[in-house]
């Protein structure tokens, strides 16, 4: 799965296990919740309190249907 122009612009800076995470997820999910997912990864980068291993752990917690 390739990311889309838009989403590799705004995550250009962003730790690529993060994108290949991402990625890992959106094919997981339906794609009505790539959004969500899109939206809390950004809110997780903009926390200070959170390194790129938070990001992928929360996100997993959140959104991976095998991890619930």
Do not use: C, G, W, Y
Request: charged share 35%; net charge negative.
């Amino acid at each position: 799965m390739l990311l889309s122009e838009t989403m590799a612009d705004q995550f250009a800076n962003t730790d690529p296990k993060i994108i290949r995470s991402v990625e890992e997820l959106k094919s997981k999910i339906p794609a009505a919740d790539h959004f969500a997912l899109d939206s809390r990864l950004q809110a997780l980068i903009n926390d200070p309190d959170t390194d790129d291993d938070d990001v992928i752990s929360i996100l997993r917690q959140e959104f991976d249907p095998d991890h619930r």
